[in-house]
């Protein structure tokens, strides 16, 4: 079953939709510019007790190579956005050193909440060792783009006050679109290979660019498709609420709220999101990413985002990508699971991958 005409207009109507949102709150447009960085040697991390291992980020497939370290090229580098200090994106990109001129296959990782680009190393590593062209980056309010343990949290509440700056999802949209717009002008990329994935927020940044931009080839979000909307109707708003709870508690306040509520969760989303729990919410968003691979892998017990809430996308996804491309889209649900990437997830989007991109 082919997707009618009509349906893909409604698709790309909703998308439309979605950029002009993004320029209504942009600063001053500057051409994309490209600023050399230095390593860091330090890596922000908003978390009291900073992460120092993690066996989903070390169990992703590399090719045996005895001198990885050796063979591999790192570039450290700042994209210039848009005006502004949250404009300047830092960017790490590595692959393996070579004298072929061919394009490789090309594939962006999104961090998860209070992480870095320097966390997703290990991931980057092993991408590059298989030939990829991998690029990390700081989410707005995150890495170098923070200077406090409390810069995303403060960045939240304040566009709840001032309705100027969308920190959750869509500003780093917005730069994940200039990325493509760079990452497509490289030599060494294949411009019409290039994925994007990420985990928990990363996984909320990766499902919205493939939206956003479909030269976004193929995406793999972990962790992070939900239906904000459904979850709201179903008073399974709290466990995602907790994850970002500050902006609620201070809308609550402004509000005259005893608790947080329904009428909060809806407004501070309005707010800060414009559209992530109407318009934008998964049920329209995820069927337009077809006909390009989408590979969602959640837990199947995960409480931020609940499978319950993924029927009526999934559904729409199955019928946008219909029986010609039925193999191009895939939900896994790891039983046991709550909100946690696994080495089965990374495995899986390291598989889906190699499928459509190699």
């Known amino acids: 079953m082919e997707v009618n005409a009509g349906a893909v207009s409604d698709l790309e109507t909703i998308r439309s939709q979605f950029l002009q949102l993004l320029r209504t709150r942009r600063n001053a447009q500057l051409p994309l510019t490209v600023e ?6 330090k890596p922000l991390f908003q978390d009291v007790t900073p992460p120092t291992f993690s ?10 190579i005895g001198n990885l370290k050796e063979l591999l090229k790192e570039e450290n580098l700042y994209l210039h956005t848009e005006a502004g200090d949250q404009g300047k994106m830092p960017v790490l990109i590595l692959s393996t050193k070579g004298n072929n001129q061919e394009k490789r296959p090309a594939v962006v990782f999104l961090h998860s909440t209070h992480k870095c680009k320097e966390w997703l190393r290990p991931l980057l590593e092993a991408y ?16 170098e783009r923070a200077s ?17 700056t969308m920190p959750f999802i869509f500003d780093t949209v917005w730069d994940l679109i ?9 030599d060494d990329i294949d411009p019409t290979k290039i994925g994007i994935t990420g985990e928990s927020l990363g996984g909320m940044h990766a499902w919205f660019a493939a939206f956003a931009d479909t030269r976004y080839a193929v995406a793999a979000p972990i962790i992070g498709v939900q239906g904000f909307r459904w979850a709201i109707d179903n008073d399974k708003w709290q466990a995602r609420v907790d994850s ?26 309005d707010r800060i999101a414009p559209g992530l729990a ?16 989408l590979l969602i892998v959640n837990g199947a017990e995960d409480p931020r985002c609940p499978l ?28 046991g699971i709550g909100h946690q990437m696994t080495p089965l997830m990374v495995k899986e989007a390291s598989d889906w991958f190699d499928q459509f991109l190699k």
């Open 244 to 269: 970002i709870k500050a902006v609620f508690e201070e809308a609550r306040t402004d509000l005259g709220k005893n608790e947080i509520d329904k009428e909060v969760v809806e407004k501070v989303w």
């Open 278 to 293: 109407s318009q934008f919410d998964a049920p329209n968003t995820v069927p337009a990413i077809a006909p390009r691979p």
């Open 178 to 186: 200039k990325l493509a717009d760079y990452l497509t002008g490289r």
């Open 36 to 41: 050399p960085a230095k390593p860091v040697v």
């Open 55 to 64: 066996e989903a980020m070390e169990s992703c497939p590399k090719a045996n």
């Open 128 to 143: 590059a060792s298989r030939g990829y062209v991998a690029i990390g980056v700081d989410s707005r309010y995150h890495g």
């Open 148 to 164: 406090s343990l409390t810069t995303y949290r403060d960045a939240l509440v304040s566009s709840w006050k001032n309705g100027d």
């Open 308 to 335: 319950e809430g993924l029927e009526i996308p999934k559904t729409r996804a199955y019928k946008a990508y219909g029986e010609a491309h039925s193999d191009k889209f895939k939900l896994v649900a790891e039983p």
